[in-house]
């Protein structure tokens, strides 16, 4: 059987493969989910929609109602107006990146993005024939703009910016966000904004690009913010035409987001938020605590703002990484998350503290 080139050249998540060396008692620092349970009110608001029969297709981009909360949700907490039409409710954060990617990229084409960042993004450029073009992070760990300018090329289509970002927990400076706006618009280039950690900052305060221009699709989800990785709800913002580009993917590679979901994430959005609250300042919490533990062992890392991973700077991150799994403590290597990861290893603080109590003991031999 032969396949396409373009699933040649990507290969299975390196997130996933660290998994594999993990024995029955192993701490799980490697997926990036949050630890706690889907608040209540918004089960509850999933189970109603059972009982009363949403359980069908629905409008393509989505409920009129969840769309619309989501438009007051933008304009209430990132200041961008975004009207209903303009928004879409997808399978997840993932399946808008998808969208975004597919749209805006053709054969030979590049996309910015950061070397580390998460890995979808270098993938799915690749996925439709694209080329994945890395920008250093300067020393906060964050997308410069005049690293920026210096890649871009006339193949140049699109810039990925991810605040609070994944690997590294930093957050984009204002001053960062509006300059790389600017060379978008300067170039005509489109901004894909992945804002799914904007609710874990804990230094800092989150800015959307879009504030700044229109050539931008902000995309984020329910996932993080109230713990509901598992519901596969995410949404993503368009000015003028693009959301019509991007409809004409979606109903054909998933039709509509789930319905149960949608109805579930009207309740996060629009029910009380102390519970995203509390999440957050328990992270704080236990990165306080993580970080304590590896300035002791003398680590050089540097004090995530946002998001829950720390991302400590090591002499070989994959041979790292195997040693912490002999030991029963999964991290990922930073490899997975490009060349500029090499020397590091991620840790995700997702995890109870009573863990990353007994996962600091286990590493400290080999750290």
């Known amino acids: 059987m032969l396949f396409a080139s373009c699933t040649e050249e990507i290969e299975i998540s390196g997130i996933r493969k660290c998994f594999e060396a993990a024995g029955p008692d192993a701490i799980n620092l490697g997926l990036g989910q949050p630890d706690f349970d889907t608040p209540g009110h918004i089960k509850e608001a999933a189970i109603n929609a059972i009982r009363e029969g949403f ?7 989505g409920y009129p109602e969840l769309l619309l909360a989501i438009s007051e949700k933008f304009q209430r907490e990132n200041n961008i107006e975004y009207q209903p039409e303009e928004i879409m409710a997808t399978s997840g954060a993932s399946e808008a990146l998808f969208l975004a990617i597919s749209v805006l990229v053709d054969r030979g084409e590049e996309v910015l993005v950061g070397d580390p960042s998460f890995l979808s993004y270098s993938a799915l450029t690749k996925l439709v024939g694209g080329r994945p073009v890395g920008v250093p992070l300067n020393q906060r760990l964050t997308m410069s703009p005049d690293a920026v300018a210096e890649r871009v090329t006339r193949k140049t289509k699109a810039i990925v910016l991810n605040s609070p970002g994944n690997p590294t927990g930093a957050v984009q400076r204002e001053e960062e966000v509006r300059g790389i706006a600017e060379i978008a618009d300067d170039h005509d280039l489109a901004i894909i904004s992945d804002e799914v950690y904007e609710h874990f900052i804990y230094e800092g305060r989150h800015v959307s690009p879009a504030q700044f221009s229109d050539n931008v699709i902000t995309i984020n989800a329910v996932s993080k913010t109230y ?15 693009t959301l019509e580009h991007l409809l004409k993917v979606h109903q054909y590679a998933q039709a509509c987001a789930s319905s149960i979901s949608q109805k579930a994430a009207y309740a996060a959005l629009t029910g009380p938020q102390d519970c995203v609250l509390a999440m957050r300042d328990e992270f704080q919490s236990r990165r306080d605590m993580l970080m304590e533990g590896f300035e002791e062992m003398g680590m050089e890392l540097h004090r995530p703002e946002g998001a829950f991973y720390l991302f400590p700077r ?11 799994a002999k030991v029963g403590v999964i991290v990922v290597p930073g490899s997975a998350f490009g060349p500029g990861g090499m020397e590091h290893i991620r840790i995700s603080y997702a995890a109870s503290r009573e863990k990353l109590a007994t996962a600091l003991t286990r590493m400290r031999g080999i750290l």
């Open 314 to 324: 090591v002499i070989e991150g994959d041979d790292i990484a195997a040693h912490m």
């Open 55 to 61: 359980t069908g297709y629905s409008p393509n981009c």
């Open 227 to 241: 713990a509901m990785t598992g519901w596969r709800l995410g949404y993503m913002g368009a000015k003028g035409i």
